[in-house]
């Protein structure tokens, strides 16, 4: 069973959101990371996995990201708050340093492996 999920990210000074749904939240965090996320991710360099939910169905998932979106930003900063109180980067831990100084040396070269590329 698939699982979808909606996410919001920020950057390093936390004055930036972005809020965004997948079906694949490391990938798609990393793709954020490395550059490969978004035009807007990447010119407001937002990068920082602050909050996300899970959803079974796609429907739902698209739902609430266009809910989210419409929310006013003290809004989403308490629903980020009730999750991660000190706005730490979640995903920071996910990969290993060896891995993303690889991965970002594919990048460099356009050797990035088939299931990190962009469609």
């Known amino acids: 069973m698939e699982t979808f999920y909606v ?5 390093k000074m936390r004055t930036v959101l972005y809020i965004g ?7 798609r965090i990393f793709e954020h990371k490395t550059g490969h996320g978004s035009k807007f991710t990447n010119k407001y360099n937002v990068s920082d996995l602050m909050y996300y939910e899970e959803y079974p169905l796609i429907i739902d998932a698209i739902a609430r990201e266009k809910q989210l979106k419409n929310w006013h930003r003290d809004w989403k900063w308490n629903l980020i708050k009730t999750k991660n109180k000190y706005l730490y980067d979640i995903s920071r ?27």
Do not use: A, F, G, M
């Open 7 to 11: 996410y919001i990210l920020s950057n």
């Open 21 to 27: 749904v997948t079906n694949d939240l490391e990938r």
């Open 93 to 119: 831990e996910w990969y290993d340093r060896e891995i993303r100084e690889n991965l970002k040396e594919c990048i460099k070269l356009e050797q990035l492996p088939e299931y990190y590329r962009k469609p």
